[in-house]
């Protein structure tokens, strides 16, 4: 991106909740410790998935989002 952010992509059909979350933490946290840059992580949904989840607490840590499901139109994100 312009502001030299790196952007992870995900395309997914299935919602496995916190296992796919704690996933794309892991990928995004591979690729910041690797090129020193800030990661932002969208998701994007096929099919007919429902209850997206777009947040992970563990411990201090919030793991968040950007969701989009492209049946519904729906593209969120939960800052807490």
Not at 10 to 22: I, P, S, V, Y
Not at 30 to 44: A, E, F, R, S
Not at 50 to 69: E, P, R, V
């Amino acid at each position: 991106m312009e502001d030299d952010t790196f952007i992870h992509f995900e395309f997914q059909t299935t919602n496995k909740g916190k296992a796919d979350l704690r996933r794309f933490r892991a990928y995004e946290s591979m690729l910041n410790h690797q090129t020193g840059k800030d990661v932002l992580t969208y998701v994007v949904y096929s099919g007919s998935i429902k209850n997206l989840a777009n947040t992970l607490k563990t411990g201090y840590n919030i793991f968040n989002i950007y969701s989009y499901n492209r049946w519904k139109d729906r593209y969120s994100r939960q800052d807490n």
